[in-house]
């Protein structure tokens, strides 16, 4: 029995962890097996060559790293970077504050780049810095793809360009833990050193695995960098990986088999299909939130997040208090305001293994919720404008036609 079992489903619309699929469910209810029989090698194999298909890239080396998305950052920045290098990265959020937060912690020389929460990064201040820098002090440019505290998405084919422009050989760092699987990412095309995301985001897995892709220029970077690492050392997976047995320590058998039925899932609906729908469920959240009366966090159309949307509320309503009541009276999980937006924003999760009939649901919770509150809300707006854009844009389900 739950601790705090309520009846029905718990609906879950905070921006990671998501929801989990039947399927993956069913296929993670297993033994825990020996890693080092020959049926795990070959799962690991096959699974390394299908995970670089969600990067978009041929030419990555991915990495199936069991730890958080905060672990796969720190194994993107000590395996490709020394003490002292200098980076440029993006205050724009809190999920970025604690990217350059984890950058300082390590020792790297942080050239931070500050927007107002709800903008995105300053593409403009990092053509700046880069066409400045003659010398190529700056070593990497650290990015946050999804800001999910503010529902901010970035533009890395732009960073990519201004890196191009100047000629200038920095590795370029990517955090795409609610992108990736998600909204539109290129790898190689965008020429990213080094991206990552984690299991429990859009995958639709649980937490605990770091997945780590890294171009063969970060591979070289990797040689030479002199950051202390142990867990995250990529040159221990190498090893293994030229043996053929793929790990230097203990996997989750259950998330390896997890992945397989996720990626599966992925495939057979069609990534372009995924993206699809997350943009298509993003747009009808942000029209019910216009229906309600209420702004987006984020501040332009050009930002704007298909994972996470941050509705600001009026200053007579703690965001805080919206989350308690959804969570308490109507088995809703909506994500807190957090740092500078904390009790300004509360944040509706739309990533994942997740559809349209699901998002009603939570969007009707909403309404209920913020009439408990004491907003002005007009019950069934917000549902009205998100159904009416949904039932004229939803395709049918491609294993069915």
Known sequence: ???????GRNHLFVPGPVNIPEQVLRA?????????????PALTKNLLEDVKKIFKTTSGTPFLIPTTGTGAWESALTNTLSPGDRTVSFLIGQFSLLWIDQQQRLKFNVDVVESDWGAGADLDALASKIAEDTAHTIKAVCIVHNETATGVTNNLATVRKILDHYQHPALFLVDGVSSICALDFRMDEWGIDVALTGSQKALSLPTGMGIVCASPKALEASKTATSVRVFFDWNDYLKFYKLGSYWPYTPSIQLLYGLRAALDLLFEEGLDNVIARHTRLAKATRLAVDAWGLKNCTQKEEWFSDTVTAVIVPSYIDSAEIVRRAWKRYN?????????????????????????LQLLGCLAGVEMVLKDVGYPVTLG?????????????????????
Do not use: C, W
Not at 1 to 7: E, F, Q, W
Not at 29 to 37: F, I, L, P, Q, S
Not at 389 to 397: A, E, Y
């Open 332 to 356: 809703l999980s909506l994500g807190l305001g957090l740092n500078k937006v904390a009790g300004k924003v509360f944040r509706i999760g739309h990533l994942g293994n997740l559809n349209e």
């Open 381 to 401: 707006s917000g549902i009205a404008a998100a159904s009416a854009f949904l039932q004229n844009t939803t395709p049918l389900i491609p294993s069915r036609i």
């Open 1 to 7: 029995m739950d601790y705090v079992n309520g009846p």
């Open 28 to 40: 993670m209810n297993r033994n825990n097996e020996d890693y080092r029989a020959p049926a795990i």
